[in-house]
Every structure is written in C-alpha cells, then in structure tokens.
C-alpha cells in the first residue's frame, strides 16, 4: 500500500491496478464512523481486479490534518476526487501516478454509506454502492421507547459540528 496526501490535509492509502485495463476505474473507499483502518485487504483484492483504489482518512481522524466533521463528510470525498486527474504521489519516496479515471466509483459503508450516497449527486461518480448506510439517526429513538432519546446522549462524545452534519443524512437533532 502506498500512502499520499489531498489537499494538504486528507491522507489516504492507495494502490495502482494490478493489472491494465482498457478503462482506468478508480474505487473511492468510505470508512464508517472513523476507527482503525482496516480495508486494506480489500484494497488489495480490489486492485487485484484492476481497479486504482483510494482508501482515504475524514479530515480530522487518524492521520488527517483539519477538523473532524467541520465539513460533510463527502466532501473529503469529492476533494479526493478532485485531485485524481494532477496524479497520486507516494509519501515517503515521491514516487509518481499518473490517475486518469475513466470511472469513479465510491464505496462506503455506515457512516461512510451516507457519505457515498452523497457522492451520488456529483457527475463524476459513475456508480455508489452503500452497504447499511445511516440515514436516518431519529429510528435510534423509536428503537429505544423509554429508555431516552439515544443520539441526543451520544451528543456528548461528539462535536457540535457532528450534529450539524447530521442533517446531511436528513435529521435535525437540535
């Protein structure tokens, strides 16, 4: 795996297709709500097939620079996507990647499912698949009945401006 950086803040892993494809098809991997990295066997099988695959990092989580959830979250993912075409350079060495994609698809799930979905609504991306999306928080309430209105007590652990993204999945909190 090879590791780059987008807009000086957004640091990702990728890797090149094992092998040439008459069409250069980049896969964009949205990770749930950020935890440890761990797709990078699926990078590896995807790649396998002959996809470039880009496992980016939000904004904010792990080795990212800038603020967590300051901004949607498929936001990180269309910054990515918008740097594709200037090529992927390697962090430690600098070596070089010529990216020219023909199609873009965005894989995401959870978390990173609603940002996928999102990424829908760019001309760029060809194809979204998201696996168990959140979409709406406020179901956490019904699916509870007494016992408290579940994401309100998770306000807690997150920033405001987590809450603010929230309404990109179509739930006002307050």
């Not at 873009?104 to 499912?113: E, P, T």
Request: aromatic share 10%; with cysteine; charged share 25%.
């Amino acid at each position: 795996m090879f590791r780059t950086r987008f807009k000086k803040e957004i640091v990702a892993e990728f890797l090149p297709p094992v092998r040439v494809r008459k069409k250069s098809r980049v896969i964009v991997l949205c990770d749930g709500m950020p935890s440890i990295p761990r797709k990078q066997g699926l990078c590896e099988f995807l790649a396998g097939r002959g996809f470039w695959v880009v496992y980016p990092r939000y904004r904010g989580a792990w080795e990212s620079g800038g603020e967590f959830l300051r901004r949607s979250p498929h936001e990180d993912i269309l910054d990515v996507i918008d740097e594709l075409p200037k090529g992927l350079v390697e962090s430690a060495f600098g070596q070089k990647f010529a990216v020219t994609p023909d199609e873009i698809f965005v894989i995401g799930g959870s978390f990173g499912g609603a940002a996928a979905i999102l990424c829908s609504l760019d001309s760029r991306v060809n194809k979204v698949v998201a696996n168990c999306p959140v979409t709406d928080w406020a179901i956490l309430d019904r699916s509870i009945g007494e016992s408290g209105n579940v994401a309100r007590k998770l306000c807690g652990l997150y920033s405001r401006g987590f809450w603010k993204c929230l309404s990109f999945v179509g739930c006002e909190l307050g």
